[in-house]
Structures are given as C-alpha cells and as structure tokens.
C-alpha cells in the first residue's frame, strides 16, 4: 500500500495536529507502508518507507503558526510518480481541492482528518461574519471524501451540525514512556521558585485564540486571592508571549520545550489549566493526565470530552476566569478527590495505545483501497450545506 498524507506543516512538536501525523506515519511505515508526504515544511531526510515533497507557501493572514501551502502544476505530476492507493488530506485548503480533483481524475480514494476548528478563531479577531462563508467551504470539501476523521465526538458532532457528511473518529494515542509522572522534578520546581507553592501549568501556543485572556484574568483573581499560594507556569512561545509576560509578572515562562524538558515540565506541575475553547481535542490535556496531574478545562471542545472520559479532572464555564477558579480550589482543597483523578488520568492514559488507534485508521485504508470507492460520483453529487 502506499499513502499520500498532505499535512501542510509537517514539523515534529510543533503542535498537537503534525504529532499525530507524526505518529501515524510512524505506525504505516512499521507495517511496511509507503508513505508520500507533501509539506510546506522543510524537507527532512528520508527514512525508510517515507518520501517528502515540499511544497510552495505563503503566510496566513491573521494565522502567524501557518501558511498557505500553493497547488502548483507538479504536484499532480509527483502524485503520478509516487503512484498513491490513498490519499489523506489533513488540511482543508487550496491544495486540498486540487488533491481532491486529482483523486477524481484517477480514481483512488481521499480521507480527510480534522484537526483546527478554524472557524472558531475568527472570533478573536472580530470576524464573525465570515464563519458561515469558511464553514461552507470546509462542508463541500469535506463531503467529497470517502471519510472524515474527527478526533472526538464533540468535533464530530460540531461537522454533522455544519452538513458534514461519513464522519468516523479517529482519536488520539499518548505516549506514556514520554509523558509519565516519574519525570517530576524538585530541580524544576527549585528553578520555579515553586517549593511550598502549588504549580499551575499551561503548556501550548501563545496566540489569541487559545483564550490566554481568560487565562491571564484567572492568575489575576488568584494573585489577590490570600488562601492560594500558585506559582503560574506557562511552557510555549507564540506572538502573545510579550503581553503575557507584562500582564503575569510573576509566572514562569519557559520558551518552547520539547523531548525530556516537556516531560519534565508536565510531571512537576500540580495541576493542568486549560482555558481554550476552539480544541477539536486538546492533545496536552491528554500529555498532562498522563503526567499525573488533573486539568482543569472549558465546556467547549474537545478538552471537555477528554475530562469527562477519563474522570480525571473538573470542567468550567468557558470564559469564565472566577469558576476556573473555583474548580482550582475545589481541586486542591480535596485531596482525596485531587489523588482520585491523578490515577484515573495516569490509568486513562494508559488505555490509549498509539498502535490500537493508528491500526484501527490503517485497516479503513485497506477497505478502502478494496471496495473500489470512486471518488468521482461524489465530486458531483455533494453541494454545500445550506444556511
């Protein structure tokens, strides 16, 4: 079998979505899987069963971590040299149209997966009005696929309501060698200056529409609250890190970390807080109750689904800084109940296998390839939702 995955950025550790993909083309290339992989990332050194093409790009008005990758004419014609059985689309844009053509013209099935809710950013940019345009051109895209994968039910549910069509799940592994709480660190926490200090952690992107705002109005309600002694820690970059570092003078902020200094930064904290509200899953939230310590996340997106699965942390009122708050104190107040759902996210964690996950979307591959699914009736046949 042989793969064509267009992922746009295909960077490891840049965000939840590329280690995914990163994971999936691991677990094809373990089953001897060819795999094409077309990026507007630098081109790394090909390992076995994995070839890359880079792709053009240029930069994403208002989306500074992405760029708009550029379909030109030899895209088709490396298509034709690599001689994929499958195509999967990870990114609904300009060159996902022309993979989709491409798919039609020589007939071999296309999946998509949905990772960013890109609709929902517009709203920390005042650009409501534009919603409806971009989800009715992700709804026809979309619904040219044989599948789209959703990594949680609330996503799936959030595509069915914009006229999506054939959605399966596809979730999301942990690794619990990388992520596991025997990396917790009274050196780290020394270097918070966090002994004696109950630590909360968020480790992300920097950007607006992660709901720093609402992050930042929780560590101002905790500064002047005198029955919590916090230490706020913040582990990523991005274009807010500037303000955020004005706003919270006295959080720890750590850069982008990766490898055993992510690890670490996880297993030291005391506990998880996740203010987002356009996750169609919230991969850290699943890397922190691996770590051992609970999250604390918004009623909107996929966070909340993790949560209530795994019983392994509590869920607030999204925006609302003072019931964040609120379930932060319950949490640490409680022991009993804090060391309860510590376990449940360490056991959680452990129940999702990257192998099990990745093996499950690998066999839809292979049915796929053996039905003869033609793209073509559905090119035609499939309209935008209505609204």
Known sequence: ????????????????????????????????????????????????????????????????????????????????????????????????????????????????????????????????????????????????????????GEAAAELRDNGVERIRIWSRGIDTERFNPRFRSIDIRKSWNALGKKVILYAGRLVPYKNLDTFVEIYRQAETSPDLNLRFVVAGEGPMRSKLEAVMP???????????????????????LFPSTTETIGNVVQEALASGIPAVVSDQGGGMEIVRCSNAGLIARGDNATDFLKKVRQLLADSTLYNRMRENGVVFAASKSWDRINGALIDDYHSLIGSGFSPTAHWSAVRPAEG
């Open 1 to 152: 079998m042989r793969v064509a995955l267009y992922s746009g950025v295909f960077k490891e550790d840049h965000d939840g979505a590329t280690n995914t993909l990163f994971r999936l083309v691991e677990s094809l290339r373990n089953q001897g899987v060819e795999v094409g992989i077309w990026t507007y990332s630098s081109v790394e050194n090909a390992r076995d069963h994995q070839f890359q093409f880079q792709l053009p790009s240029v930069p994403l008005p208002l989306f500074p971590d992405y760029r708009l990758s550029l379909p030109l004419k030899k895209l088709w014609t490396q298509l034709d040299e690599f001689r994929p059985d499958l195509i999967h689309i990870a990114v609904p844009d300009l060159t996902a149209i022309s993979l989709v053509k491409y798919s039609q013209q020589r007939d071999i099935p296309v999946v998509a997966s949905y990772h960013t809710n890109f609709p929902s950013y517009l709203d920390f940019f005042h650009l409501q009005l534009l919603k409806k345009t971009m989800w009715r051109s992700m709804t026809w895209l979309f619904n040219q696929m044989a599948y789209v994968y959703a990594p949680t």
């Open 250 to 272: 006295d959080a720890v902020f750590t850069g982008f970390l990766k490898g055993e200094n992510l690890s670490k930064a996880y297993a030291s904290a005391d506990l998880f």
